[in-house]
């Protein structure tokens, strides 16, 4: 069974500047969740789906952030104007059916922000 | 904001020694998970206990569950020098799950 699926794996721009992140999660996953993991954190919630609705963006810094996951599989999250603080990994993860179950995540984008 | 919150932040043991992290959260919870991070790597789950249970065990990992305290524990016995990572305990109350900042562990061989 192939995991979730994420890149780039490594994206380095200038600040203000826009970058994209995309996942696809494992088949047949109803929910999806991108996390921000800065250096030495724990991951911190930026937006749930379940399917191709939105079940959780109450951190998603909406001025910049914006994520979707129009057919209810794969998704992306954009960030735009990139700030310097927002230079971290991040994760995304997918569950069955999003009742709690256990998350599977993928290794990461790590976004440097100069 | 973070749910849980790990102790200590970090742990050095010796190979073969048990490792023993804590957590606490703040709010109801339906079921309590932990993680294991390896550096530059997604997260991994090790294992999930319900609001209703008070301990769980699988394999050389048992984790205990105080809802009344609103804590819980994982300990790793005879640890080895492959659980070198961070350790996170992860709580959801109503599909989300929310992380603490983790334990990092090393063991050294």
């Known amino acids: 069974e192939a995991g979730v699926a994420q890149s780039p794996r490594y994206k380095i721009i200038e600040k203000r500047q826009s970058v994209a992140f995309w996942c696809n999660p494992i088949s047949g996953h109803a929910t999806l969740y991108w996390y921000q993991q800065i250096l030495g954190q724990g991951p911190k919630l930026l937006i749930q789906f379940q399917n191709n609705g939105v079940v959780d963006d109450s951190q998603l810094p909406k001025d910049r952030f914006s994520a979707e996951r129009l057919k209810g599989v794969d998704s992306t999250l954009k960030i735009q104007p ?32 100069l | 904001s973070q749910q849980g919150e790990e102790d200590p932040q970090a742990l050095s043991i010796q190979e073969g020694e048990n490792a023993t992290m804590n957590c606490s959260y703040k709010t109801s919870i339906n079921n309590l998970q932990w993680y294991r991070q390896n550096s530059g790597r997604g997260l991994v789950h090790l294992i999930l206990i319900r609001s209703n249970e008070r301990e769980k065990h699988s394999g050389r990992l048992r984790v205990t569950l105080d809802t009344s305290k609103k804590s819980s524990s994982l300990l790793i016995t005879a640890s080895r020098a492959a659980d070198t990572a961070s350790y996170f305990c992860a709580t959801g109350s109503s599909g989300d799950m929310r992380f603490g900042a983790g334990t990092r562990l090393t063991v050294k061989p």
Not at chain 1, 88 to 107: M, P, Q, R
């Open chain 1, 82 to 113: 990139a700030k310097l603080e927002d230079s971290a990994v991040y994760l995304c993860a997918s569950s069955l059916t999003g009742t709690e179950e256990k998350l599977f995540f993928g290794s990461g984008t790590q976004l440097s922000v």
